[in-house]
Structure formats: structure tokens, C-alpha cells
């Protein structure tokens, strides 16, 4: 799987908004907010054989919500994504965050499309 599909599948939440840093995560909750970073390679025969994508999605409610953070971590199980997790309370902002970590192997494509669609199909 690579990092534009990852995308497309978290957009496939029924009820949960995809936004990508920077987000006001106070509207249109629940949200996840996704942040990639370029994550460590596979290497073959001496060279980059596929990059790897370090993903971090934080999922923001405005209570804790048991049943929205079981839709992510099923997602996340039902297609063999390997995650860790973390849960913050802000008293600022009034919202739980709870971080799904993971990284995925993929091609170069960015996995956040300027100007297209939210899951990349028209790239």
C-alpha cells in the first residue's frame, strides 16, 4: 500500500472529516488531521529500491469517543497497517487527540495532492 492509497482509505471514515496540516482541529469534529513525513527506505542492490512514508494521524474529538477511535483502529487493522497510538487531552482547545503512528512503503507520488483530488486518483 502505499501513501496515496493510505489517504484515500482514511477518506473512506464514514462521519470523520480528512484534513491535512495545519488544521483548525476545533471545527467539524470528529477530524483527522494527517501529517506525513518522508520515512526510512527499503533498499536494494545498492539503491533505494521503495520509499518508506512515516504517517501520523491524529483523530480529534470533541470527548473521548470509544466508538470513532474503534472506526480508525479497525480501518487500520482490516488492512494490515501495523500502528501505535497516543491519546493528549488540550484544555486549550477542548479536544481529545488520539495519534495513530505507522509507516507505509510506496512510490514517489506526494501523498498529499496540490490542488487534486483528496484521495490522488487524478495525478
Given amino acids: 500500500m502505499n501513501q496515496v492509497q493510505v489517504v484515500a482509505l482514511l477518506n473512506t471514515l464514514e462521519g470523520i472529516k480528512v484534513d491535512y496540516l495545519p488544521s483548525d482541529v476545533t471545527k467539524d469534529l470528529p477530524k483527522i488531521v494527517i501529517s506525513v513525513q518522508q520515512g526510512s527506505n527499503f ?8 520509499q518508506g512514508w512515516d504517517f501520523t494521524v491524529d483523530l480529534y474529538t470533541p470527548e473521548k469517543d470509544p466508538a470513532t477511535e474503534k472506526k480508525v483502529k479497525d480501518l487500520l487493522n482490516d488492512n494490515g ?6 491519546e493528549s487531552y488540550y484544555n486549550d482547545e477542548l479536544v481529545y487527540e488520539v495519534e495513530f503512528t ?5 512510490d514517489e507520488t506526494n501523498p498529499i495532492p496540490d490542488g487534486g483530488d483528496q484521495d490522488g486518483t487524478d495525478q
Avoid at 533498499?43 to 521503495?50: H, I, K, R, T
Avoid at 497497517?81 to 497516543?86: F, Q
Fill in 43 to 50: 533498499g536494494a542492490d545498492n539503491q533505494v529500491y521503495v
Fill in 81 to 86: 497497517i501495523y500502528w501505535t497510538r497516543t
Fill in 102 to 106: 505507522f509507516s507505509v512503503l510506496g
